[in-house]
């Protein structure tokens, strides 16, 4: 797939190289309706994989990119996107039932990696992360040790009281919702995880605000959706579009 020429990231406080960019991709395809692990879908003629680790591979700050990927696709990867795979110097490891076990075992991988100061833990299915909002969750993370991307909750949310027969409003000023990369610092995410005993935890931030570390909210682009259904593909292919229409337009840095 052919892509526009872009400007060069801008620089953070974070040392080149110093990030392991870990994607869990272990996952099946029901939701997507596929027999098939959803990550093989093409985007604009490029597996969705390839667009979120591509986004990652641009910023100098990533020395390392580690997906934690089922058996039964690692054919795939090694055959049909072996070219993608040499080209952004993806590592493997064997992702587990859960996402934490995912992410443990991307973490084993860059333990002895003096290099590795930082952990940024990305949805492989969030395909269209703007270099924006990873100069901002990157430099948030530099001052606070642990930073996510989020986006405010914008609808009315309701809470379901009766088993679907009632419902009240919920307050949402202060609600968001997660996105990903999720950054930390390597030595603070390890602590969170041999602290994990199990408890079920939806991302990475909840297993170190168990640790009593505050995580920083970065407000991150609606841009960056998460492909769950098929339909999630035609949205993507039009973000897409705008995306390298306006990355056309801009002048050189």
């Not at 392991?20 to 003629?45: D, I, T, Y």
């Not at 795979?85 to 587990?96: A, K, L, S």
């Not at 609808?155 to 999720?182: F, S």
């Amino acid at each position: 797939m052919s892509q526009p020429e872009s400007s060069p990231p801008a620089s953070t406080p974070l040392s080149s190289g110093s990030v392991a960019a870990v994607l869990p991709a272990a996952g099946s395809g029901n939701r997507f309706g596929s027999q098939r692990n959803k990550l093989f879908a093409m985007l604009a003629g490029t597996p969705l994989w390839a667009h979120a680790v591509a986004r990652l591979a641009a910023r100098p700050e990533v020395g390392r990119i580690v997906m934690a990927i089922s058996e039964a696709d690692r054919d795939l990867f090694t055959g049909r996107d072996a070219a993608l795979v040499d080209q952004y110097r993806v590592e493997f490891v064997t992702g587990g039932a859960e996402r934490t076990d995912s992410v443990r075992s991307a973490l084993q991988a860059v333990a002895a990696d003096a290099s590795i100061e930082w952990v940024a833990v990305h949805d492989a299915a969030r395909p269209l992360v703007g270099d924006d909002d990873l100069q901002a969750v990157f430099q948030a993370a530099a001052i606070s040790d642990a930073a996510i991307l989020a986006t405010p909750v914008a609808g009315t949310v309701k809470r379901d009281l009766e088993d679907q027969r009632a419902c009240e409003t919920v307050d949402r000023r202060d609600l968001w919702i997660a996105l990903t990369p999720q950054v930390f610092r390597v030595g603070l995410l390890n602590r969170a995880y041999q602290k994990h005993n199990g408890r079920s935890a939806t991302d990475d931030a909840q297993l170190v605000e168990r640790l009593g570390h505050d995580v920083v909210l970065v407000r991150g682009s609606a841009d960056n959706l998460k492909i769950t259904f098929p339909e999630d593909l035609l949205v993507a292919e039009a973000i897409l579009a705008r995306q390298s229409n306006h990355v056309a337009e801009q002048p050189p840095r």
